[in-house]
């Protein structure tokens, strides 16, 4: 059965301010509770706050990947379909998600590989968690090529106007030719405030 997730909560205690993601995982007839927590101080400025939207994608990303790598632990040590070889459909929906990503079997091997898995020994349960990991892959790529967003856009006048940027030149810098600030990809935008924060830091 897929994790049940719950909205993060926000907490504010001794001049922090926590978000948890929180998973519910049914193993067996027992549920298992998973959480991480990211936490700022209270009294961050506005740009400590830009800079924290700026990472927050990268921050739920690596959330998300411990949440699962536990997951995935914790139902290999409870049995069922970890012994269970992989069906036929797991690996037809694993060669369409490799088809999507650009990928040769070289480098599904490889990817594979660096989690400890073989295609050829695939159980039932790692290629459910295989596919949901290729899946993610193809979405966060759709994800980073998407427009960048009103807040992003608004985000970077506001930091290159504090700063006294020249944001048209730092975008020339960055990716070799002009570009409007709303023909940027969700990615550069990402991208282009990193950038700015960098440079925040560098004369801090």
Do not use: C
């Not at 959480?35 to 990472?55: F, G």
């Not at 159980?123 to 949901?132: G, W």
């Not at 759709?142 to 807040?151: D, G, L, M, T």
């Amino acid at each position: 059965m897929a994790p049940r997730t719950k909205p993060s909560d926000d907490a504010t205690t001794a001049g922090t301010v926590s978000r948890t993601y929180r998973m519910a995982v049914k193993i067996g007839e027992d549920y298992l509770t998973i959480e991480e927590t990211v936490s700022l101080p209270v009294a961050a400025s506005d740009e400590d706050v830009q800079s924290a939207v700026a990472l927050g994608w990268r921050i739920y990303t690596q959330q998300r990947a411990a949440a699962e790598a536990q997951i995935l632990e914790a139902r290999e040590s409870y049995g069922g379909d970890n012994e269970r070889p992989v069906l036929d459909s797991q690996l037809q929906r694993i060669h369409q998600l490799q088809q999507l990503l650009g990928w040769n079997a070289q480098e599904l091997e490889q990817f594979l590989s660096d989690r400890g898995l073989d295609s050829v020994r695939l159980t039932r349960q790692q290629a459910t968690h295989v596919v949901q990991l290729l899946r993610r892959i193809h979405d966060d790529a759709q994800r980073q090529n998407s427009p960048a967003n009103r807040r992003q856009i608004a985000d970077i006048q506001r930091a290159t106007t504090a700063q006294h940027l020249d944001v048209d030149a730092l975008v020339q810098r960055l990716f070799g030719e002009s570009i409007a600030l709303e023909a940027l990809t969700f990615g550069e935008a990402n991208q282009l405030l990193q950038a700015i924060e960098k440079h925040r830091r560098a004369r801090a």
